[in-house]
Protein backbone atom coordinates (compact mmCIF):
# COMPACT_ATOMS: atom_id res chain seq x y z
CA UNK A 1 0.00 0.00 0.00
CA UNK A 2 0.74 3.78 -0.09
CA UNK A 3 3.08 4.80 2.29
CA UNK A 4 2.57 8.41 4.33
CA UNK A 5 5.65 9.35 6.74
CA UNK A 6 5.59 11.92 9.56
CA UNK A 7 8.78 13.52 10.87
CA UNK A 8 9.46 13.88 13.86
CA UNK A 9 8.34 10.85 15.50
CA UNK A 10 8.59 12.57 19.08
CA UNK A 11 9.19 16.01 19.77
CA UNK A 12 9.65 17.49 23.41
CA UNK A 13 9.64 21.17 23.83
CA UNK A 14 9.20 23.83 26.50
CA UNK A 15 6.08 26.15 27.05
CA UNK A 16 6.22 28.39 24.64
CA UNK A 17 8.21 27.27 22.20
CA UNK A 18 6.91 26.47 18.23
CA UNK A 19 7.03 22.74 16.75
CA UNK A 20 6.76 21.87 13.11
CA UNK A 21 5.45 18.45 12.19
CA UNK A 22 5.71 17.60 8.52
CA UNK A 23 3.70 14.70 6.96
CA UNK A 24 4.69 14.02 3.21
CA UNK A 25 3.44 11.10 0.96
CA UNK A 26 6.56 8.94 -0.21
CA UNK A 27 4.72 7.22 -3.21
CA UNK A 28 1.86 9.07 -4.17
CA UNK A 29 0.48 12.58 -4.56
CA UNK A 30 -2.19 13.99 -2.18
CA UNK A 31 -3.75 17.57 -3.06
CA UNK A 32 -5.19 17.05 0.39
CA UNK A 33 -4.07 15.77 3.58
CA UNK A 34 -6.01 15.83 6.96
CA UNK A 35 -4.45 16.26 10.69
CA UNK A 36 -5.51 14.19 13.76
CA UNK A 37 -4.63 14.42 17.22
CA UNK A 38 -5.26 11.82 19.91
CA UNK A 39 -5.47 11.84 23.19
CA UNK A 40 -4.48 8.95 25.79
CA UNK A 41 -7.22 6.37 25.33
CA UNK A 42 -9.20 8.04 23.23
CA UNK A 43 -9.99 7.96 19.36
CA UNK A 44 -8.58 10.00 16.60
CA UNK A 45 -9.98 13.33 16.53
CA UNK A 46 -10.02 15.60 13.41
CA UNK A 47 -8.36 19.15 13.48
CA UNK A 48 -8.35 20.29 10.05
CA UNK A 49 -7.57 19.33 6.04
CA UNK A 50 -4.81 20.63 4.32
CA UNK A 51 -5.27 21.74 0.61
CA UNK A 52 -2.39 21.71 -1.45
CA UNK A 53 -2.32 25.81 -3.16
CA UNK A 54 -5.29 26.93 -1.08
CA UNK A 55 -6.04 27.70 2.92
CA UNK A 56 -6.96 25.10 5.06
CA UNK A 57 -9.78 24.29 6.45
CA UNK A 58 -10.25 23.80 10.08
CA UNK A 59 -12.99 21.66 12.70
CA UNK A 60 -14.84 23.64 14.91
CA UNK A 61 -12.94 24.67 17.88
CA UNK A 62 -9.83 24.18 16.26
CA UNK A 63 -7.48 27.63 16.62
CA UNK A 64 -6.22 28.26 12.69
CA UNK A 65 -3.74 30.24 13.85
CA UNK A 66 -2.33 28.16 16.78
CA UNK A 67 -2.31 25.03 14.42
CA UNK A 68 -0.52 26.54 11.14
CA UNK A 69 -1.07 24.31 8.02
CA UNK A 70 1.04 24.77 5.19
CA UNK A 71 0.34 22.40 1.97
CA UNK A 72 3.53 22.91 0.35
CA UNK A 73 3.50 20.81 -2.57
CA UNK A 74 1.56 17.78 -3.57
CA UNK A 75 3.83 15.23 -1.24
CA UNK A 76 4.40 17.80 1.58
CA UNK A 77 2.06 19.16 4.44
CA UNK A 78 3.43 20.75 7.65
CA UNK A 79 1.74 21.37 10.99
CA UNK A 80 2.91 24.05 13.25
CA UNK A 81 1.82 24.39 16.79
CA UNK A 82 3.06 27.84 17.85
CA UNK A 83 3.86 28.79 21.03
CA UNK A 84 2.72 25.35 22.50
CA UNK A 85 1.57 24.74 26.02
CA UNK A 86 1.59 21.44 27.87
CA UNK A 87 -1.91 21.18 27.19
CA UNK A 88 -0.81 20.98 23.48
CA UNK A 89 0.86 17.36 24.52
CA UNK A 90 -0.44 14.77 22.43
CA UNK A 91 0.02 12.43 19.55
CA UNK A 92 -0.70 13.87 16.09
CA UNK A 93 -1.48 11.93 13.13
CA UNK A 94 -1.69 13.22 9.49
CA UNK A 95 -3.06 10.71 6.73
CA UNK A 96 -3.72 11.00 2.89
CA UNK A 97 -6.42 9.55 0.31
CA UNK A 98 -4.77 8.30 -2.68
CA UNK A 99 -6.16 8.74 -6.28
CA UNK A 100 -8.59 5.62 -5.40
CA UNK A 101 -10.15 7.31 -1.88
CA UNK A 102 -8.17 4.67 -0.04
CA UNK A 103 -6.87 6.76 3.33
CA UNK A 104 -3.32 6.01 4.36
CA UNK A 105 -1.77 7.37 8.14
CA UNK A 106 1.90 8.45 8.63
CA UNK A 107 2.79 6.59 12.04
CA UNK A 108 2.22 9.93 14.19
CA UNK A 109 4.29 12.40 16.48
CA UNK A 110 4.78 12.15 20.09
CA UNK A 111 4.60 16.07 21.51
CA UNK A 112 5.40 16.65 24.86
CA UNK A 113 5.54 20.15 25.72
CA UNK A 114 6.69 21.02 29.03
CA UNK B 1 -22.52 11.81 8.54
CA UNK B 2 -22.63 8.05 9.62
CA UNK B 3 -21.67 7.64 13.10
CA UNK B 4 -20.67 3.61 14.52
CA UNK B 5 -21.26 1.85 17.47
CA UNK B 6 -18.48 -0.70 18.82
CA UNK B 7 -18.03 -2.30 21.55
CA UNK B 8 -14.90 -0.70 23.67
CA UNK B 9 -13.40 -3.39 24.71
CA UNK B 10 -13.00 -7.24 24.18
CA UNK B 11 -11.07 -10.06 25.72
CA UNK B 12 -9.71 -13.70 23.84
CA UNK B 13 -7.76 -15.86 24.09
CA UNK B 14 -4.74 -16.60 21.71
CA UNK B 15 -5.89 -18.76 18.75
CA UNK B 16 -9.29 -18.28 19.02
CA UNK B 17 -11.78 -16.67 16.40
CA UNK B 18 -12.39 -13.12 17.13
CA UNK B 19 -15.53 -11.03 15.82
CA UNK B 20 -16.29 -7.35 16.46
CA UNK B 21 -19.37 -6.01 15.15
CA UNK B 22 -20.06 -2.08 14.67
CA UNK B 23 -23.56 -0.71 14.43
CA UNK B 24 -24.09 1.80 11.23
CA UNK B 25 -27.62 2.65 11.51
CA UNK B 26 -27.71 5.83 9.09
CA UNK B 27 -25.07 4.67 6.98
CA UNK B 28 -25.85 5.93 3.59
CA UNK B 29 -25.81 4.37 -0.06
CA UNK B 30 -22.64 5.43 -1.01
CA UNK B 31 -20.86 4.61 1.86
CA UNK B 32 -17.99 2.25 2.45
CA UNK B 33 -17.57 0.93 5.73
CA UNK B 34 -13.65 0.34 6.18
CA UNK B 35 -11.44 -1.32 9.54
CA UNK B 36 -9.08 0.08 10.72
CA UNK B 37 -6.27 -1.20 13.29
CA UNK B 38 -4.20 1.01 15.54
CA UNK B 39 -1.60 -0.27 18.14
CA UNK B 40 -0.42 2.12 20.86
CA UNK B 41 1.53 5.39 19.84
CA UNK B 42 1.44 4.07 16.19
CA UNK B 43 -0.86 5.57 12.96
CA UNK B 44 -4.01 3.26 12.06
CA UNK B 45 -3.48 0.65 9.52
CA UNK B 46 -6.00 -0.66 7.41
CA UNK B 47 -7.49 -4.25 7.49
CA UNK B 48 -10.29 -4.44 4.67
CA UNK B 49 -12.93 -2.37 3.50
CA UNK B 50 -16.45 -3.80 1.90
CA UNK B 51 -19.68 -2.22 0.55
CA UNK B 52 -21.62 -5.50 1.00
CA UNK B 53 -22.00 -9.34 2.18
CA UNK B 54 -18.24 -10.61 2.35
CA UNK B 55 -15.14 -9.66 1.92
CA UNK B 56 -12.14 -11.52 3.18
CA UNK B 57 -8.20 -10.71 2.49
CA UNK B 58 -5.10 -12.45 4.31
CA UNK B 59 -5.68 -11.17 7.54
CA UNK B 60 -9.43 -10.87 8.15
CA UNK B 61 -13.11 -11.24 6.87
CA UNK B 62 -15.76 -8.19 6.72
CA UNK B 63 -19.03 -9.77 7.00
CA UNK B 64 -22.12 -7.25 5.86
CA UNK B 65 -25.97 -8.19 6.27
CA UNK B 66 -28.40 -7.12 3.29
CA UNK B 67 -29.12 -4.06 5.70
CA UNK B 68 -25.67 -2.87 6.13
CA UNK B 69 -27.03 -1.35 9.12
CA UNK B 70 -24.01 -3.13 11.13
CA UNK B 71 -21.05 -5.10 9.96
CA UNK B 72 -18.46 -8.02 11.77
CA UNK B 73 -14.98 -7.99 11.29
CA UNK B 74 -13.40 -11.57 12.24
CA UNK B 75 -10.08 -12.42 12.86
CA UNK B 76 -9.65 -15.78 12.51
CA UNK B 77 -7.21 -17.50 15.09
CA UNK B 78 -6.21 -14.35 16.81
CA UNK B 79 -2.09 -14.00 18.44
CA UNK B 80 -0.59 -11.64 20.99
CA UNK B 81 0.42 -9.35 18.49
CA UNK B 82 -3.46 -8.36 17.52
CA UNK B 83 -3.91 -6.56 20.55
CA UNK B 84 -5.14 -3.55 19.59
CA UNK B 85 -8.01 -1.29 18.94
CA UNK B 86 -10.24 -1.92 16.04
CA UNK B 87 -12.18 0.96 14.35
CA UNK B 88 -15.02 0.83 12.02
CA UNK B 89 -15.62 3.72 9.82
CA UNK B 90 -18.04 4.40 6.95
CA UNK B 91 -18.14 6.69 4.56
CA UNK B 92 -18.41 8.32 1.36
CA UNK B 93 -15.61 6.82 -1.54
CA UNK B 94 -16.68 9.25 -3.99
CA UNK B 95 -15.53 11.73 -1.57
CA UNK B 96 -12.29 12.55 -0.25
CA UNK B 97 -13.14 14.72 2.76
CA UNK B 98 -11.67 13.38 6.03
CA UNK B 99 -14.95 14.33 7.54
CA UNK B 100 -16.30 11.67 6.25
CA UNK B 101 -14.07 9.15 8.27
CA UNK B 102 -14.96 9.63 11.86
CA UNK B 103 -13.40 7.76 13.95
CA UNK B 104 -15.42 6.45 17.10
CA UNK B 105 -14.56 4.94 20.01
CA UNK B 106 -13.07 1.68 19.07
CA UNK B 107 -12.52 -1.17 20.59
CA UNK B 108 -9.77 -2.23 22.39
CA UNK B 109 -8.94 -5.99 21.65
CA UNK B 110 -6.81 -7.65 24.32
CA UNK B 111 -5.33 -11.45 23.10
CA UNK B 112 -4.78 -13.17 26.44
CA UNK B 113 -1.83 -16.34 26.53
Known amino acids: GAVVSQHPSRVICKSGTSVKIECRSL??????MFWYRQFPKQSLMLMAT?????????EQGVEKDKFLINHASLTLSTLTVTSAHPEDSSFYIC??????????FGPGTRLTVL | LAKTTQPISMDSYEGQEVNITCSHN???????ITWYQQFPSQGPRFIIQ???TKVTNEVASLFIPADRKSSTLSLPRVSLSDTAVYYC??????????????FGTGTRLTVIP
Open chain 1, 95 to 104: SAPTSANEQF
Open chain 1, 27 to 32: DFQATT
Open chain 1, 50 to 58: SNEGSKATY
Open chain 2, 26 to 32: NIATNDY
Open chain 2, 50 to 52: GYK
Open chain 2, 89 to 102: LVGDMEKTGANNLF
